[in-house]
C-alpha cells in the first residue's frame, strides 16, 4: 500500500490541524493506521493508531485528549485531527500501515510495513 500524507503547516500554538494520509495499492480497510512524528534530534515517535475496523485506537500520553484519529474507508483515508496544538508537538508527521494481528494495536513505529513521505507540522509560541 502507498501512503501520502499532507495537511502540515504552520499554526499557533492553542490552534489546530488536520492531517491526511491518502492511500492506494491493496485493500486500505484491511490495515491498521497509525501516526508517528520525528522532531529534529530526536527518535520517530508513535502519536496514535486505529484498528482496520476503527473499532480501536491508540494514542501516545502526551497527545490523549487533544488528538483523534479517524479513518475513511470509502475515501481511503486517514485523518489526524489535533487540537490544542502545543510547541512541543512540532515534527514531521508520518501516516503508516501493517497487516493487522488480532485485536492488537501496536504503539512501536519500526514494526509497521508501509510509510508516507511525511508532512511538516510547525507550532509557533
Known amino acids: 500500500v502507498q501512503l501520502q500524507a499532507s495537511g502540515g503547516g504552520l499554526v499557533q500554538a492553542g490552534g489546530s490541524l488536520r492531517l491526511s494520509c491518502a492511500a492506494s495499492?491493496?485493500?486500505?480497510?484491511?490495515?491498521?493506521m497509525a501516526w508517528s512524528r520525528q522532531a529534529p534530534g530526536k527518535e520517530r515517535e508513535f502519536v496514535g493508531a486505529?484498528?482496520?475496523?476503527?473499532?480501536?485506537?491508540r494514542y501516545a500520553d502526551s497527545v490523549k485528549g487533544r488528538f483523534t484519529i479517524s479513518r475513511d474507508d470509502a475515501k481511503n483515508t486517514m485523518y489526524l485531527q489535533m487540537n490544542n496544538l502545543k510547541p512541543e508537538d512540532a515534527a514531521v508527521y508520518y501516516c503508516?500501515?501493517?497487516?493487522?494481528?488480532?485485536?492488537?494495536?501496536?504503539?512501536?513505529?519500526?514494526?509497521?510495513?508501509?510509510w508516507g513521505q511525511g508532512t511538516q507540522v510547525t507550532v509557533s509560541s
Open positions: 486505529i484498528l482496520w475496523s476503527a473499532a480501536n485506537r
Open positions: 495499492g491493496r485493500t486500505f480497510s484491511r490495515y491498521n
Open positions: 503508516a500501515a501493517i497487516a493487522p494481528s488480532g485485536e492488537t494495536l501496536t504503539t512501536v513505529p519500526g514494526f509497521y510495513d508501509y
